[in-house]
């Protein structure tokens, strides 16, 4: 069956360290992947967008591999932030139904302690 | 850019009544909007793709007669939830891509809907 599993449900860091979070699937050929920030009671916020023939992408502090051999995509997140205290959602675009569709893993609720 | 904007933010109704909810690209012109729904401490679920002038594409499960979609303008949607119940009370977020960066969908900021 489909799956993509994101790696805890809830992963705390303190500041200034580096959070790493995994998403994997199976039975998924998507042609990209995007990485979407979630804040409590609001639509999810684009982050990055990785291609199906990129292994890497960066913006800022934020860094996306992305693995289509092993199924995994990695989102770093350098010099943590409380402010990066938020659920970060991986999405797998074009791998059912229109190239623009996305498929969402449940998240990862991030807190950064200070 | 790329604002989307929901409205209403929040909306409780009575069992049976119909709810609309509308989904505006402010500044871009959106050829596709997309309705999801998202459960406490689940992910986005895919509801339907609508493009602009044609009707909109239901995913499995989801009843179209139940969930209205419209997309009449290319920067306007509308989910009408129709006869509701308790059970469709959740937090309906719509998106919106446009042609200029085709694979990027902007969100809105989400409607709670809770039905009596």
């Known amino acids: 069956s489909q799956k993509i599993e994101q790696n805890s449900e809830a992963l705390n860091i303190q500041e200034g360290k580096t959070a790493t979070l995994t998403c994997n699937y199976t039975?998924?050929?998507?042609?990209?992947l995007q990485w979407y920030r979630q804040d409590p009671g609001r639509g999810p916020v684009f982050l990055l967008l990785i291609r199906e023939n990129e292994k890497e992408k960066r913006k800022e502090r934020l860094k996306v591999t992305f693995d289509t051999t092993l199924k995994q995509s990695l989102f770093h997140i350098t010099a943590s932030q409380p402010a990066d205290s938020a659920t970060y959602l991986c999405?797998?675009?074009?791998?059912?139904?229109?190239?623009?569709?996305?498929?969402f893993g449940s998240g990862t609720q991030l807190t950064v302690l200070p | 850019g790329a604002v989307v904007s929901q409205h209403p933010s929040w909306v409780i109704c009575k069992s049976g009544t119909s709810v609309k909810i509308e989904c505006r690209s402010l500044?871009?012109?959106?050829?596709?909007m997309f309705w999801y729904r998202q459960f406490p401490k689940q992910s986005l679920m895919l509801m339907a793709t609508?493009?602009?002038?044609?009707?909109?594409?239901?995913e499995q499960g989801v009843e179209k007669d139940k969930f209205l979609i419209n997309h009449a303008s290319l920067t306007l949607s509308t989910l009408t939830v129709t006869s509701a119940h308790p059970e469709d009370s959740s937090f309906y977020i719509c998106?919106?891509?446009?042609?200029?960066?085709?694979?990027?969908?902007?969100f809105g900021p989400g409607t709670r809907l809770t039905v009596t």
């Open positions: 998106s919106a891509s446009g042609e200029r960066a085709a694979y990027e969908q902007y």
């Open positions: 999405a797998l675009g074009g791998a059912s139904g229109s190239a623009r569709q996305l498929t």
């Open positions: 500044d871009f012109q959106a050829t596709t």
């Open positions: 609508s493009n602009e002038g044609s009707k909109a594409t239901y």
């Open positions: 039975n998924y050929s998507p042609a990209y």
